[in-house]
């Protein structure tokens, strides 16, 4: 069963110019596994990962949008809410 969560704040990346609204965990999944640049680093793979713990409950929404705003960074994504002093650690 899936668990589909709302972020507190919404994050909006520009990719290939054009601004995407990421207000959910399932957003965030369909951004990752549909329209992200660079499938092959580990931390769009850490990324999607969290937002499937997350859909399955085993993780918070928090962590899922934390991942990809870590996952934005290392893909020199704009980002408009880069507002997180802790983001998602290594593991």
Sequence with gaps: MTIDKHFQRPVALIIAG??????????AAWLLADQWPDFSC?????????CAAALEGR??????????ILAAHRANL??????????????
Excluded at 18 to 27: A, C, D, F, G, L
Excluded at 78 to 91: G, M, Y
């Design 18 to 27: 054009t601004t995407h609204m990421v207000s959910s965990i399932r957003e």
């Design 42 to 50: 580990e931390y769009f793979r850490r990324a999607l990962s969290a």
């Design 59 to 68: 993780r918070s929404a928090s962590y899922a949008r934390r991942a990809l």
């Design 78 to 91: 704009a980002i408009t809410d880069n507002r997180e002093p802790n983001l998602i650690a290594a593991q």
